[in-house]
């Protein structure tokens, strides 16, 4: 399984992007795609994520301004990324996982650098 994440890119304050992420490869029609970053000197942490039924959840810190989707037919997610903060700088990782009968199976992707100006 590969992922290949774009989108990111340097956008003021209040602005937008959106983030794509698409993985090929022999994946589990029922997994969890999502999508994490990490800031220098911070610890990576999961920003939004979404099941192939759909349900979502997302930190706290992002909630009512990132919106995460995801396009099964194409092996997709997605992340909205409105109303930009400069703390939302980081570089954005995308992620595919799913459960065998004996282990939990993970993906990552390249990760994309988003970057907010002041």
């Known amino acids: 399984v590969q992922l290949q994440a774009s989108g990111g890119g340097l956008v003021q304050a209040g602005g937008s992007l959106r983030l794509s992420c698409a993985a090929s490869?022999?994946?589990?029609?029922?997994?969890?795609m999502s999508w994490y970053r990490q800031a220098p000197g911070k610890q990576r942490e999961l920003v939004a994520a979404i099941t192939s039924y759909g349900s979502t959840n997302y930190v706290d810190s992002v909630k009512g301004r990132f919106t995460i989707s995801r396009d099964n037919a194409k092996n997709t997610v997605y992340l909205q990324m409105n109303s930009l903060k400069p703390e939302d700088t980081a570089v954005y990782y995308c992620?595919?996982?799913?459960?065998?009968?004996?282990?939990?199976?993970?993906?990552w992707g390249q990760g994309t650098q988003v970057t907010v100006s002041s």
């Open positions: 490869g022999s994946i589990f029609s029922i997994n969890t």
């Open positions: 992620k595919l996982s799913y459960n065998t009968r004996s282990s939990v199976r993970e993906f």
